[in-house]
């Protein structure tokens, strides 16, 4: 592909996807279709009808229509969604609805207006949070409420674009602009957003422009041009280099921010949008973003696996930060001592990646690895604020055959010692729906759809098991509606030790609210120095003009304890000699 200059959003002044209110009971409906002779309109019980084709392969109509219409496309065949809706009727193959984003919000609260360097996250998935799995049932579940109450300030949510069927994790999106009707209505997304606010937790949306889901999908053969001739993992790559393209997926961002009041997004996998323009399309969306005003703060997270620093370098202006695979890799290895799959990396000395990790948020900045991949860059001259750390996330639950949780690997003892480490630490603390309980129960990868794309994702899926002992054969069927049941992480009584954990949780997060942030704020005085103490254990020192803090974890009962200065205040401690423990002060 050549290299493409893009000096400006020049397409954003025409309108090509989408339907939008235009006053008077008036709508404007776009799509770009170049390869399509004729499309057809369906709206409400009318007839259809032929769009308006223009030169720049947009169809375009205006029509009258109250608003709650249904609507969709035709090219000759069956009546499809449009690609940039905003509301399902009955999900990725039924009819769209006329919607004017204004009307969504009823906004009474006040927005957090929260640095981001005051974020600790618990990532939610809303088909499992409850029982319900709906937008309402999270809005005022107890459970939303006491993550507020113990400390956490952000929630985020992983992604709601629609997806085929009513069950899925949400990274199957096909239409991406429209909230999954199993969850409920726009409106009931806005007030669980309002909800949280005036909670005081700040809401992240997870949003997934890299493909699209392998069901359901009709840009590829209504418009073909939004695609290259390439594939990859998830399908043909997509054509970035196209202002309409790029205005779609900048679009839908906006739109997520603006008719939801969401407090930013984390970009899924933004590294493998591949795209050869300057701007890329991470950054065009980043700069087009922090550009807008949508009447309160809002900030970025890229998932960005390159570990290239540029997109979350404070200098460059784009992302608040990344999420920082290396940290949670390297942990895993050192406690479990699994190497399968992206593990294989972390298996020479996981305790020098994760002293490495705790000390430059990175531990891949271009050192040859087992896989022979050189990846990443230098990122010690970054805050610990660019870098959000985790224990257990979505993907390092699922990517399992039976979606264990890192607690039923190594044990509640370790897992407590890791998570006071985590929440502690200079960089920002991400914790999965249930940790903040101890829970066990599983989160296994699940989706609702049949056929040949369920039976190439079931096979997928078995491949990339395949260093382990079992070799995937013993993966829980992802397609079984049973297995949906399996990951509500607040079913059935809670754990025997969830008191514990929520204490914990309370308790060291009060400290990195109260004395912790205004030290890390104060800034690096020197280079932080992680040292190793035992088989597992360690001892950070961090150091920042207002004081050094000290933490020291030790995951097995032979892990020695440092010599204490004379200097050393205590902050918090967990756990006795002779198990696993740790440790938390401040050297004056």
Not at 2 to 12: L, M, N, R, T, W
Not at 354 to 373: F, H, T
Not at 544 to 572: H, I, K, S
Request: net charge negative.
């Amino acid at each position: 592909m050549d290299f493409v200059k893009h000096d400006g959003p020049g397409i954003a002044s025409r309108q090509v996807w989408g339907a939008r209110p235009a006053g008077s009971g008036c709508w404007t409906i776009a799509l770009w279709a170049p390869s399509t002779d004729q499309l057809m309109l369906h709206l409400g019980d009318q007839p259809p009808f032929a769009m308006q084709r223009g030169e720049d392969g947009v169809h375009r109509a205006e029509v009258e229509a109250r608003e709650g219409t249904r609507y969709a496309f035709s090219t000759g065949g069956a009546p499809f969604a449009d690609p940039a809706s905003l509301q399902q009727a009955d999900g990725v193959e039924g009819w769209s609805i006329l919607r004017d984003p204004a009307s969504f919000r009823q906004a009474t609260v006040t927005v957090p207006d929260r640095a981001f360097d005051e974020m600790v996250f618990c990532e939610l998935h809303i088909g499992s949070f409850t029982r319900e799995g709906t937008f309402p049932a999270a809005a005022r579940s107890a459970e939303l409420r006491r993550l507020a109450d113990i400390g956490i300030t952000a929630i985020e949510i992983m992604p709601l674009g629609q997806f085929p069927g009513a069950r899925g994790w949400g990274y199957d999106s096909v239409l991406p602009w429209a909230p999954q009707h199993s969850y409920g209505t726009p409106e009931d997304l806005a007030a669980l957003v309002d909800a949280a606010h005036g909670m005081g937790l700040s809401v992240f949306l997870d949003v997934v422009f890299n493909h699209f889901g392998p069901k359901g999908c009709k840009l590829d053969e209504i418009c073909p041009e939004f695609f290259l001739d390439e594939e990859n993992d998830w399908g043909r790559k997509i054509d970035y280099s196209r202002p309409e393209v790029r205005a779609y997926f900048i679009g839908c961002a906006r739109h997520w921010l603006d008719a939801y009041g969401f407090d930013g997004l984390r970009v899924d996998a933004a590294h493998s949008m591949e795209d050869p323009s300057d701007p890329h399309i991470v950054v065009e969306m980043a700069q087009t973003l922090s550009q807008t005003d949508f009447g309160h703060r809002i900030h970025l997270v890229a998932e960005d696996s390159s570990n290239k620093v540029g997109w979350y370098d404070p200098a460059a202006g784009l992302f608040d930060a990344t999420w920082d695979d290396d940290y949670h890799h390297a942990l895993h290895v050192l406690l479990t001592g699994e190497g399968f799959g992206y593990y294989k990396d972390f298996v020479r000395d996981p305790h020098a990646d994760l002293r490495l990790a705790l000390r430059d948020g990175q531990a891949l900045q271009g050192q040859p690895r087992r896989s022979g991949d050189v990846k990443g860059e230098p990122s010690g001259h970054l805050p610990p604020r660019c870098f959000v750390n985790f224990n257990l996330n979505h993907d390092h639950a699922g990517n399992r055959p039976k979606g264990e949780r890192l607690i039923s690997l190594i044990g509640a003892d370790r897992a407590l010692a890791a998570h006071a480490l985590l929440l502690s630490s200079p960089c920002i603390p991400l914790i999965f729906m249930g940790e903040e309980i101890g829970s066990r129960r599983p989160f296994p990868w699940f989706a609702d759809y049949g056929g040949k794309a369920a039976q190439k994702m079931r096979e997928g899926r078995v491949k990339q098991f395949e260093d382990l002992p079992g070799k995937g054969k013993d993966m829980i069927d992802p397609f079984d509606p049973a297995t949906l049941q399996l990951a509500f992480p607040y079913a059935g009584p809670e754990p025997r030790d969830a008191e514990l954990w929520l204490r914990v949780t309370r308790e060291v997060l009060a400290l990195r609210r109260d004395r912790l942030v205004p030290m890390f704020r104060s800034g690096r005085s020197q280079e932080f120095e992680i040292s190793r103490l035992g088989d597992r254990g360690l001892c950070a020192l961090w150091h920042f003009n207002a004081g050094t803090l000290q933490a020291e974890v030790a995951f097995d009962p032979g892990d020695p304890e440092p010599e204490v200065p004379t200097d050393f205040r205590p902050l918090y401690q967990l756990g006795q000699a002779g198990a696993p423990r740790f440790r938390l002060g401040i050297l004056t």
